[in-house]
């Protein structure tokens, strides 16, 4: 494939190749991140479960929609790594990561320092 890079534009071939390392690793994590942070929904969700671990049910109460509905937006966040679960009786508690729990601190100090 011929270069699309004008020889009029100087970068060194070692600079170029080092960017194309960088180019080519595999981000699929990050973006499940920022896929997971990209709707309000699951936003506000992650704010309730900095207050509180809680049920499904909470979060059908909450949200007000179904729980297929609520189902895919928790799948999204567990798949991120932000989220998880674990069974309590017949329930099952949703609660922060650490993980998820330094993304949602991040989010809150980029909303405080915003100047928009």
């Known amino acids: 494939m ?3 890079i004008p ?8 600079t170029l190749e080092k960017l194309r390392r960088i180019f ?3 981000v699929s994590q990050e973006a499940s991140i920022f896929k997971a942070l990209s709707d309000p ?26 729980y ?6 928790l ?11 674990r069974k309590k009786g017949k329930f099952l508690i949703y609660s922060l990561t650490d993980f998820g729990r330094k993304i949602v601190e991040i989010i809150e100090e980029l909303k405080t320092n915003s100047t928009c």
């Open 24 to 26: 080519s690793k595999d």
């Open 7 to 14: 020889p009029s534009y100087e970068i060194p071939a070692e």
């Open 2 to 4: 011929p270069s699309e």
């Open 41 to 66: 929904l699951r936003l506000k969700i992650l704010r309730v479960l900095k207050e509180e671990s809680v049920c499904v049910c909470v979060l059908i109460e909450l949200s007000n929609i179904q």
């Open 68 to 73: 297929s509905a609520l189902s895919y937006h």
């Open 75 to 85: 799948k999204l966040l567990r798949d991120a790594n932000l989220i998880d679960f």
